[in-house]
């Protein structure tokens, strides 16, 4: 924890953060008012508190151990999250990694254990770890979590309170209702009834909203046209569409999520409501169970997540036109392997092509509000047993026949994990090692899907265009050389190079 010599002038900062409501920092640190006993936002509409009875926080979770509560106005819940990185501190770097995991829902049903396990590490270091950096252990931080997101449904969704504590992570209704009554010192339904804000979709004339809409909060600034341009040149079609043009576009495509018995399948709609910085996400009535899921990946998926101050700093020299640009992330990491080794030496539009080929032969069908959505992108299991002639047909020639079939069927067996939050040295090692698959494929995988802030693919043409080093002998090695004042947020950098284009 902070030692009071240190906090001082933070504190005097953040205070005049609040004072100013100033939505860059929102997620950044929540406020304790300790005559309310409620944690706000920066960005809380309400009367701004006087600044002896204000105790600021990094996390939620240190709030709410502190005994403090989530405001009902501005809801801590819908916050963006926060992702900090460093080269430097191995210690802070650790901590860093296990709150995405935590965070992406990978802790698993022993979350402590399981979550020392993948960082390679004792329960017992973690936790002295989150002790002493944090002042709280990972299950209270893992509770608030899921407090959290329990709190979101029940005020944005209908869904019953049985749904949401299961949609939050909680193993029983029982488990659920003794936590927040704990926490809270309320029960969910009245929390529901108590609600300062409609939920978002509510028609103005009084009709039902969506059963599934909610909103997810980011930090500004953030080039919305030209994020949903990124997804829009690259559709694929009877699985993605984007209505509309600019920064007012509609996302929406198909989806699916988890295995087995808990496997959904349905819809989502994104929209964007820059004056508000926030996104409205709808999904389809069949994503109910796994709507906790469904949010992180939006988040992960639109980089709502990204601290535009950190990145800027670091860029804003060398791409002065660029600080509202994000990382494009994924919904599917298997899905945008795929597509990344389909996309290989050819342009967007011919990758477009084979990847629409692909859905509508071994995609399965589903139904959705729009007809121009009609199909799921092929499972793991799926293209696993898919024959190389049944792929050539598709007009995939024989070497992506082979990275796909590898790709999938490592996927599939779970030795390759393509998600946030997966040890990034090892899964490029596991990638660079399958057939057809090299660096450049490697590194456009770790910025997309792990979303990993400092991938680089140096191999790429339109990125040496873009540093004009590709006349260079060695463009790569170049182009590497002249990345290294970039660390860590490489990735962001290669997004800003690639939408400056060609130097001059």
Request: with cysteine; glycine share 8%.
């Amino acid at each position: 924890m902070k030692n009071t010599a240190q906090a001082a002038p933070a504190d005097a900062g953040r205070y005049l953060a609040l004072c100013a409501r100033d939505a860059r920092f929102d997620g950044q640190f929540f406020t304790g008012v300790t005559s309310t006993g409620i944690y706000c936002r920066p960005v809380c509409a309400v009367r701004t508190p006087r600044r002896e009875n204000c105790r600021f926080f990094d996390l939620a979770a240190q709030a709410e151990q502190a005994g403090f509560r989530p405001c009902l106005r501005c809801r801590p819940e819908v916050a963006p999250g926060q992702l900090a990185w460093s080269t430097q501190d191995a210690t802070a770097l650790l901590l860093q990694h296990a709150l995405r995991l935590i965070a992406s829902g990978a802790e698993g049903a022993a979350p402590v254990a399981q979550l020392a396990q993948r960082l390679g590490v004792s329960d017992r270091h973690l936790r002295r770890i989150f002790e002493a950096r944090l002042g709280i252990t990972p299950l209270q931080y893992l509770q608030t979590q899921r407090l959290l997101t329990a709190k979101h449904l029940l005020t944005d969704t209908c869904l019953s309170t049985t749904q949401v504590a299961l949609a939050s992570g909680f193993g029983s209704v029982r488990r659920f209702n003794d936590a927040f009554a704990r926490q809270y010192r309320l029960n969910p339904t009245q929390l529901r009834r108590s609600s300062a804000f409609p939920a978002p979709g509510t028609a103005p004339s009084g009709q039902p909203q969506p059963t599934l809409a909610l909103r997810l909060a980011y930090r500004p600034p953030l080039d919305t046209a030209a994020l949903l341009g990124f997804f829009a040149t690259r559709q694929i079609p009877s699985m993605e569409q984007v209505e509309g043009s600019g920064g007012s576009a509609e996302l929406r495509r198909t989806v699916r999520l988890g295995s087995g018995a808990q496997a959904c399948n349905g819809w989502i709609a994104l929209r964007f409501h820059p004056g508000r910085c926030e996104l409205l996400l709808e999904a389809s009535d069949s994503l109910a169970p796994q709507l906790g899921a469904v949010m992180r990946r939006v988040r992960g998926m639109l980089d709502l997540d990204a601290d535009p101050a950190a990145i800027n700093a670091r860029l804003h020299a060398d791409f002065p036109d660029g600080d509202g640009l994000r990382v494009p992330g994924a919904w599917d990491g298997f899905e945008t392997a795929v597509r990344a080794v389909l996309g290989q030496q050819i342009t967007v539009a011919a990758a477009r092509t084979l990847a629409g080929r692909l859905v509508a032969r071994f995609g399965e069908p589903i139904a959705t509000p729009w007809p121009a959505l009609s199909h799921l992108f092929p499972s793991a299991a799926v293209l696993a047993a898919a024959s190389g002639d049944s792929l050539g047909q598709l007009g995939i020639v024989r070497q992506r026949q082979g990275a796909i079939a590898a790709l999938a069927r490592a996927v599939d067996s779970g030795e390759l994990r393509l998600e946030p939050g997966a040890d990034v040295e090892r899964t490029l090692s596991q990638l660079r090692a399958l057939p057809g698959i090299g660096d450049w494929t490697a590194q456009y995988i770790a910025m997309r899907v792990l979303r990993w802030p400092d991938a680089f693919p140096a191999g790429d043409v339109a990125l040496q265009s873009a540093l004009g080093v590709r006349r260079d002998p060695r463009p790569a090695r170049a182009a590497e050389a002249a990345s290294t004042a970039w660390k860590p947020w490489r990735s962001y950098a290669v997004v800003r190079a690639w939408a400056r284009g060609a130097a001059p």
